[in-house]
């Protein structure tokens, strides 16, 4: 769902080579030897596949079955062939005309051709390839060299989605059980972790047990150096919505040295801080994780954390995050104000000026709920350039992403962020959660049926020559 990255299962086959019979449709073509003009899975259809699609199609992803082998590739060759021609898979909603990202999981119009005639020849297994070193590449015949994916001899990682093991894991000492009344609930679970020594961080993902009971999740990372602060005495989770609220002060001792704010939403991976960029891991702190579960009709029980992963190079350029919009900078700027009156269809805008000095934007995370049609965001300098961020013509809840830039992109002292958002409020939007259609607007802890119009942004100082800087 976010961000392209390599789940290679080439070492896995070679330790054990399946047993399992091919589909009857495709068992005598998959059995014959493919010529040296026609694709095999092995070399051909197997970087490609496991690169775009398997970062949701594995066990315990939203992917309703596993996209990691020959067999399960091969048994749904027919469907494959029809979400791909008609671009409805692997999921990527920005407009590829408007901006490029460096984590486009978009198939090539050459990809598409490739898997084409592979399914067409029959779905040929193969033989397995020779398990090349890390870095080392292979183009696909028919592919250009720009669109080739890389083969890297990775194994699919239990309980991530990255490349590799976590080097921490932290989750919440206590699961949660949310009860199946329907009714959206609001929790903050604390998090403590002491540590050897503090940590250069290359990623963070946010796990779950039960990762379709969540609408969204926020973390703050706080560190809290005193000794004398207790980190572990005080409550696991407080549940906003059916205790007192006034319980969340017991944490308010820990909110003085925020290291990183992030969070997830459906379609999102894990976030990535490539070369120098990053974030430093406290020695000793806490995680205040905030989950919005949403409505359930059984009760169910589910278990939340992060993985890190941490990298040898100091970070010399520490990040920060920062929120436009509905609950963030500029909220009460929107125009006209943001009310989403029912039976109509709404466009909504937003403009923010950067006052500070020169900055290196790394990527951009748009956000609305259920009524999003279009979402788009710019940045005008103050020398009359415009700057593309995303534009999302058919906005879907179901997958958002956090756009990587492929290079940092600089924004001048002075320039105007602007956000273009529309709304369809009537009853010919399939998800409208209210019918008939309601008066919405954004409120309090902005609930499903509230609506939110906000862009995050992770960001640095900017140095001469940001701009040409590969974060691919």
């Keep these: 769902m976010r961000i392209a990255f390599?789940?290679?299962i080439f070492l896995l086959r070679a330790l054990t080579a399946p047993t399992q019979e091919p589909p009857a449709q495709i068992h005598k073509s998959a059995q014959t030897p493919a010529s040296t003009q026609s694709p095999t899975y092995e070399k051909d259809i197997a970087p490609i596949i496991l690169s775009k699609c398997a970062a949701c199609h594995q066990p315990g992803e939203a992917a309703p079955f596993s996209l990691l082998s020959w067999q399960d590739v091969a048994k749904r060759a027919s469907f494959i062939k029809d979400v791909i021609q008609r671009h409805y898979m692997p999921p990527w909603h920005a407009d590829r005309q408007y901006s490029h990202f460096a984590n486009e999981r978009s198939l090539s119009e050459a990809e598409i051709a490739l898997i084409t005639q592979w399914i067409d020849n029959g779905a040929p297994q193969g033989k397995p390839v020779p398990i090349l070193p890390p870095g080392v590449s292979q183009a696909p015949p028919g592919a250009s060299a720009a669109s080739h994916v890389p083969v890297v001899p990775i194994v699919p990682i239990p309980g991530t989605i990255y490349h590799r093991k976590p080097d921490l894991v932290l989750t919440a000492t206590d699961s949660f059980r949310l009860a199946g009344?329907?009714?959206?609930?609001?929790?903050?679970?604390?998090?403590?972790?002491?540590?050897?020594?503090?940590?250069?961080?290359?990623?963070?993902e946010f796990i779950c047990s039960n990762k379709r009971l969540i609408h969204h999740a926020n973390y703050a990372v706080q560190a809290v150096p005193d000794p004398h602060i207790d980190i572990k005495n005080t409550a696991s989770f407080v549940n906003l919505t059916d205790d007192d609220r006034s319980k969340v002060d017991q944490y308010m001792p820990y909110r003085k040295i925020m290291a990183y704010y992030g969070g997830w939403i459906p379609g999102t991976s894990y976030e990535y801080f490539p070369k120098e960029f990053g974030w430093v891991m406290p020695r000793r702190g806490v995680i205040l994780m905030t989950v919005h579960f949403a409505p359930s009709a059984t009760d169910e029980g589910s278990i939340c954390g992060v993985n890190l992963f941490f990298k040898r190079t100091p970070v010399t350029r520490p990040m920060k995050i920062i929120s436009f919009g509905s609950g963030g900078i500029g909220e009460q700027q929107i125009e006209p104000i943001f009310y989403i009156k029912a039976n109509t269809v709404q466009t909504f805008r937003l403009e923010v000026t950067n006052p500070s000095a020169d900055q290196s934007l790394l990527y951009v995370w748009p956000h609305m709920h259920l009524l999003g049609k279009e979402y788009k965001a710019f940045i005008t300098t103050p020398s009359g350039d415009t700057i593309r961020l995303v534009h999302i013509p058919e906005w879907d809840f179901r997958w958002q992403e956090i756009y990587r830039f492929k290079h940092p992109i600089r924004v001048p002292k002075g320039s105007v962020i602007h956000l273009e958002c529309t709304y369809d409020n009537t009853k010919d939007n399939p998800s409208n959660p209210n019918s008939p259609p309601k008066n919405v607007f954004s409120m309090g802890d902005m609930r499903t049926k509230d609506e939110m119009m906000t862009l995050m942004m992770g960001f640095l100082p900017y140095k001469q020559g940001d701009e040409n800087i590969d974060l691919e």
């Design 6 to 8: 390599i789940l290679s």
């Design 181 to 204: 009344d329907n009714t959206e609930r609001f929790v903050v679970f604390k998090i403590p972790f002491e540590l050897k020594d503090s940590a250069s961080v290359e990623a963070i």
